[in-house]
């Protein structure tokens, strides 16, 4: 009889395989207390051991760019001098030998690192106790167990992997794992995620209940791991298997393609990004251009508001990296959910509706001309665009085409070279955006629906409140409508609409919007050839028709629905 487990989705994909249980020795940390005359000796030994560890992590041959930076984040990691000096302490101060004062700093990190309110930053808990396990072994002088010798087609179950578990991983013989531990943001799961391997975390005690050498199915896809499957659900999964390999291939040759519909309209499928490193990755997956740089995080790594000069630069980099191809930055869109390290923002009931984005940037102009001078100034060398994010009031973005304009009448004078056609458009991502969208055409160059806000603020709906999450959907009839009256009237001024909300790169509704008549899809770069294999082989016309019908539906469960059977 087949028995279920459900997991976290760490890495789509499916496999069949047989179930290899991994377990690491117990590690039986040394208690015994030293004498003050062994505190030299002994710290030197745990230095020797975390050397020879950054050794190897500087033995790079053959690595993936995804080790590669894991190798870079332990050894930042290993060099952070509070780690060394906590150490030190406990050996010279409190006479504990060098395993007990690693073991307590270890674990006294993973606590901090446990804490924090980021789920990145909380997910390198992981790798404090990989570097654990990893300084551990060489201290005691063990060979660590690893999973670079298992039987072809093996899942590895275990409590948790680290990332050197993960990246030490025949690759050849491993179809896939599932861990008791871990989050989706983990560097386990990011490994699994480039090596193209389905992975779940968050399964509980799935370590206790296999005991190894069971056939079994890895459903990345669904979150879903099948032990002793049926010959039938064997047979069915090995079609899907087949499928997708299919589709991988396919969707390779496609990537790099112009995405045309079958009846002739042209649309562009770009990339939302927050980095150059980013940007990399979207021009790998073939990016038509980007649909929205979210600048915010160039703020919110600074430790003060940066400098023209410093924007200037990553602005021109991005630029000159994606040539001819549009690239659309976004003001900075900081404040609701987003703070600063370097400034207080002031307490508010509703933040999201409250001192953010192009409110606060108006309310500070010294700050935002800076921004804007290093946007107009990299418009020089390639295809940049401006975008103003959060736009209620006309007079926002005139008041923000002002600043643009008074730039270029400064640099004209500073002799600094800029586009004279720079493009300025705006996010609809409110109400008041959609209902006055046929006045703010007028002023705007372009369109992109911000659709993670404009459905919240549409449906009067907290797009990251749990409780009412049933109630925030893309396909509520009033969202689409919104959408539909949005593209209309940017087509009758002779204009585009483009989409950079996370419903753009919802792969179940490239038709509809296709349908609704949208230009530019922007979002995941993971997403970019599948939409443009959906569009090449989908009519405009058609899908028009079925938009038509969508908008006359009066709830989302009926839209939902429809768009299901409409694949
Ligand atoms: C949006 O609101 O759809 C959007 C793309 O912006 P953000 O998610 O950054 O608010
Ligand atoms: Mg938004």
Redesign the pocket.
């Known amino acids: 009889m087949a028995e279920r487990y459900k997991g976290l989705k760490a890495s789509g994909g499916l496999a069949i395989g047989e179930l290899y249980l991994f377990t690491r020795d117990e590690i039986i940390v040394d208690d015994r207390k030293i004498s003050e005359a062994e505190t030299k000796a002994e710290f030197a030994k745990v230095k020797n051991a975390i050397d020879e560890y950054v050794k190897e992590l500087s033995n790079l041959d053959g690595a993936s760019e995804a080790q590669a930076n894991i190798a870079a984040a332990h050894t930042e990691l290993l060099s952070d001098p509070y780690f060394t000096d906590t150490i030190e302490s406990k050996i010279t101060n409190e006479l504990k030998n060098a395993e007990l004062a690693l073991d307590e700093t270890i674990k006294e990190m993973v606590e901090i690192m446990s804490q924090l309110d980021d789920d990145y930053l909380r997910e390198r808990a992981s790798d404090y106790k990989d570097i654990g396990f990893q300084v551990m072994y060489k201290l005691k002088g063990i060979k660590a167990k690893d999973l670079s010798n298992l039987a072809k087609g093996s899942i590895v179950i275990s409590k948790e992997l680290t990332p050197s578990d993960t990246s030490n991983m025949n690759k050849e013989a491993v179809v896939g794992f599932a861990t008791d531990l871990g989050g989706k943001t983990s560097h386990t799961s990011i490994i699994a995620q480039t090596l193209d391997m389905p992975a779940l975390v968050g399964m509980g005690d799935i370590s206790t209940k296999i005991k190894g050498g069971e056939k079994a199915i890895l459903d990345g896809n669904e979150g879903l791991l099948i032990v002793n499957p049926s010959e039938e659900e064997i047979a069915k999964y090995e079609v899907l298997i087949k499928e997708q390999k299919e589709k991988k291939i396919r969707l390779r040759e496609i990537k790099d393609k112009v995405a045309i519909s079958k009846d002739g309209k042209k649309v562009e499928v770009s990339a939302n990004i927050g980095n150059l490193d980013d940007l990399r990755l979207a021009i790998e997956n073939g990016c038509d251009g980007v649909g929205?740089f979210?600048t915010e995080f160039l703020y919110m790594q600074s430790s003060d508001f940066p400098t023209e000069e410093s924007q200037f630069e990553v602005y021109k980099e991005a630029t000159q990296m994606l040539g001819d191809k549009p690239l659309i930055i976004r003001t900075l869109?900081i404040g609701g959910d987003k703070g600063l390290d370097y400034y207080d923002f002031p307490k508010e009931e509703n933040p999201f509706l409250g001192y953010r984005a192009i409110r606060l940037c108006l309310d500070k102009k010294d700050m935002f001309k800076k921004q804007l001078r290093a946007l107009v100034r990299a418009s020089a060398f390639g295809n940049l665009k401006i975008m103003i994010p959060f736009v209620v009031n006309i007079d926002e973005l005139k008041e923000a085409r002002r600043m643009v304009d008074e730039i270029k009448v400064e640099l004209d004078k500073e002799g600094i070279a800029y586009n004279k056609d720079l493009d300025v458009g705006i996010m609809v991502?409110t109400s008041s955006s959609v209902i006055m969208a046929d006045k703010f055409i007028k002023y705007a160059d372009f369109f992109s629906i911000?659709?993670?806000?404009?459905t919240q603020y549409t449906l009067a709906v907290d797009r990251g409140n749990e409780n009412i999450a049933n109630l925030y959907s893309n396909y509520n009839p009033a969202v689409l409508r919104a959408i539909k009256h949005v593209i209309d009237v940017s087509h009758e001024a002779g204009k585009w609409t483009g989409m950079?909300?996370a419903f753009a790169s919802d792969t179940d509704a490239v038709k509809l919007l296709l349908g609704l008549g949208l230009d530019e899809f922007s979002g995941s770069s993971a997403k970019i050839a599948e939409i443009k294999d959906t569009i090449i082989n989908s009519s405009q016309q058609e899908e028009a028709i079925f938009a038509e019908k969508i908008l006359d539906c009066e709830l989302t469960e009926e839209v939902e629905k429809l768009v299901k059977e409409h694949k």
Do not use: P, S, V, Y
């Open positions: 929205l979210r869109d991502e911000g659709t993670n806000d404009l950079c909300g």
